[in-house]
């Protein structure tokens, strides 16, 4: 059974940082092409940022330069480093997982950044 479980979100004031986890079980984690993707109240789930198998990694425009997605093959675990967080940013955050015949979603954790 696959089972993606995000932890790390919370509340921070602008201009802070906070790193997202996803440790993820029941599949080849090195195989899976892993993103992050947001979904703010009232709008659509977008992508965050993704990094695929042999490590490249993609951002959306409105976080290039302030977030980082890594991941550790022998820990299962995808991170996303959020730095210089804005209002804007307070959404859930969700982890995926994904290849050409098999996508899984994780449960989601809350991002609020207020002052």
């Known amino acids: 059974q696959v089972q993606l479980v995000e932890s790390g979100g919370g509340l921070v004031q602008p201009g802070g940082s906070l790193r997202l986890s996803c440790a993820v079980s029941g599949i080849i984690f090195r195989i899976y092409t892993m993103a992050w993707y947001r979904q703010a109240p009232g709008k659509q789930r977008e992508l965050v940022a993704s990094?695929?198998?042999?490590?490249?990694?993609n951002y959306a425009d409105s976080v290039k330069g302030r977030f980082t997605i890594s991941r550790d093959n022998a820990k299962n675990t995808v991170y996303l480093q959020m730095n210089s967080l804005k209002p804007e940013d307070t959404a859930v955050y969700y982890c995926?997982?994904?290849?050409?015949?098999?996508?899984?979603w994780g449960q989601g954790t809350q991002v609020t950044v207020s002052s």
């Open positions: 990094i695929i198998s042999g490590g490249s990694t």
């Open positions: 995926n997982a994904r290849t050409t015949l098999q996508e899984s």
